[in-house]
């Protein structure tokens, strides 16, 4: 593993860092850490909540610097978390990935957005992860990077797993209707997209005042195919504190797999 990059290094610095040595492989990540964690319960919000002896965060930027088609980081966050979180990341991390720093929007739409504006230039793919789905693996972020890579027709890839649960159509809490479960699939991220298909769909969404609940569905809407990727229904969100005792299990599991396997990853 290389030696700690600068964590503090700032969104506006990085091009120029990177002008020095060309992508390889030319996939940034950016990563959504803005939510103000009024569902968790929690007002320093859920990203520096200890998850495994670390804020849960880490993880999510963790799981993105070991997938090695990425190459650089943008970590999205409120202002007044920046420091915080960039420490964290510092002290508990040894990054191969360059990793800075965008400031959240009101909205996650805006958020990515910001995300987008602190890329670094020469990269032409991001992969957007919320920094809420700390069990995702590297090699799923590896399968949907490849999957809109081996596709020239498609804006994006995203990962998601075949619904499990029947679905119920509700208005009024009275059943109108049960659609086919079979057609149905849980939306999860990472969302890989060609930076410039989102950025052109971010944008006529602003312009049309449109919010979608994914990225995907803002390039959906605006003509780019995205296609699916199954993924582990262990890369869970965590929205709720229940959440964080399902992720400390899967993410303790995991350590007990490795380590017998002698591929431990336990950071120190």
């Not at 965060?57 to 920046?82: E, G, Q, T």
């Not at 075949?162 to 159509?169: A, E, R």
């Not at 009024?172 to 079979?182: K, Y």
Request: proline fraction near 6%; charged fraction near 20%.
């Amino acid at each position: 593993m290389n030696s700690s990059v600068d964590c503090r290094l700032c969104a506006q610095e990085l091009p120029s860092a990177l002008e020095r040595k060309q992508p390889s492989n030319h996939v940034c990540a950016v990563i959504v850490a803005g939510g103000n964690g009024v569902r968790f319960g929690n007002p320093r919000g859920k990203q520096l909540v200890s998850l495994c002896g670390m804020p849960m965060v880490c993880w999510s930027v963790l799981a993105c610097d070991r997938a090695p088609s990425i190459d650089a980081i943008v970590l999205v966050a409120p202002p007044a978390r920046k420091q915080q979180m960039l420490d964290a990341i510092a002290h508990n991390l040894r990054l191969r990935c360059p990793i800075s720093f965008a400031q959240a929007g009101r909205t996650r739409q805006e958020s990515v957005a910001s995300g987008l504006e602190s890329v670094p230039k020469g990269y032409d793919i991001v992969a957007i992860h919320d920094g809420a789905r700390p069990a995702v693996l590297p090699q799923t972020i590896e399968q949907v990077i490849a999957r809109l890579l081996k596709d020239s027709t498609l804006g994006g890839a995203i990962a998601a797993c075949p619904s499990v649960d029947t679905l119920k159509i509700v208005e009024n809490s009275l059943i109108v209707s049960t659609p086919d479960r079979s057609l149905y699939w849980c939306a999860q991220t990472p969302q890989v997209f060609h930076l410039r298909a989102l950025y052109n769909a971010l944008s006529a969404a602003q312009r049309e005042g449109y919010v979608g609940t994914d990225d995907a569905s803002l390039v959906e809407r605006y003509g780019s195919q995205v296609a699916c990727v199954q993924s582990p229904r262990s890369n869970i969100k965590v929205t709720h504190p229940e959440d964080l005792v399902i992720a400390e299990a899967l993410l303790e599991r995991r350590f007990s797999e490795e380590s017998r396997l002698g591929e431990g990853i336990r950071p120190s």
